[in-house]
Structures are given as C-alpha cells and as structure tokens.
Nanobody
Framework: QVQLVESGGGLVQPGGSLRLSCAAS????????MSWYRQAPGKERELVAA????????NYADSVKGRFTISRDNAKNTVYLQMNSLKPEDTAVYYC?????????WGQGTQVTVSS
C-alpha cells in the first residue's frame, strides 16, 4: 500500500526555520519525481518545489526561491523541504507528491504556521 507521510510542520516565528520530511513506502521511490505543494485557506494549491528522480534538477516557486531547498535521499525513501527565513505568507498546509507517469500519489499534508 502506498503511503506518503509528512512530518516536521508546526508553529514558527517569522524569520525562523523548519524542515519538512516526507517518507514514502509502497513505491519504487527512486523512479518517482517528488514535489512539495502548499495550500492556504481560500487559495489554490500551488507548487512550492520539485526535484527529479536522482536529485539532479530542482524547481522552485518564485516566492520561495532562495529561502527553501528541496532535497531527497533515495536510500531513505525520503524527500525534504528546508524552509528558512519563513514569512507569515508561508502559512499553509504543505503536501508531498510523488509522480511517475501515469501515477501520482499525495500525502495528507502537514500544517505550517508562521506567526508571532
């Protein structure tokens, strides 16, 4: 059974940092591109960061470029999102996604709240 389990979310002050993790099981992880999305209340879900199967290429939303870093450890079946210099507008539920055409799997999300 496929599972993507996010962890690492929580409450942090502006300017702080969090590292999200997404542990995958039930898939051949190394064959899946991985990405992080987020969705704030009343807003559409948006792509935050993506990484190719071997980690050679990454892509970031303009709003997080220079502050967030996506990485993966294929030996641990885990993708990470390091978030630095957090802003209140980063507050959202963050979702992990695994993609290998034609299959897509989503995690259930983890809440990130940036507030003083």
């Amino acid at each position: 059974q496929v599972q993507l389990v996010e962890s690492g979310g929580g409450l942090v002050q502006p300017g702080g940092s969090l590292r999200l993790s997404c542990a995958a099981s039930g898939i051949n992880f190394r064959n899946y591109a991985m990405s992080w999305y987020r969705q704030a209340p009343g807003k559409e879900r948006e792509l935050v960061a993506a990484i190719t199967t071997a980690g050679g290429l990454t892509n970031y939303a303009d709003s997080v470029k220079g502050r967030f870093t996506i990485s993966r450890d294929n030996a641990k079946n885990t993708v990470y999102l390091q978030m630095n210099s957090l802003k209140p507008e980063d507050t959202a539920v963050y979702y992990c996604k695994a993609t290998q055409f034609p299959r897509t799997y989503w995690g259930q999300g983890t809440q990130v709240t940036v507030s003083s």
